[in-house]
């Protein structure tokens, strides 16, 4: 499994610390999917961003089938999240 440089939540400053607030204040926790984009904190603000107006916002699928597309298209690349 590859290695790739975080930066522990514990030290976490300014955009990153906000980020790392409000993953916990979603899930309880900081996932390992947020925390590996922890060097670039505008990327993971805007990947969560994103994340959140695809499944989230108004579209012609509904949530279930945004939710079965994901489940499917990461069993299908074996993604292990």
Known sequence: MPWI???PIEEATGLLKQEFDKAVERAGRVWKIVHIMSLNPRVLRDSIAFYGAVMFKRSPLTRVQRELL??????????RY
């Open 5 to 7: 440089r975080q930066i």
């Open 70 to 79: 994901g489940t499917v298209v990461s069993a299908e690349v074996d993604c």
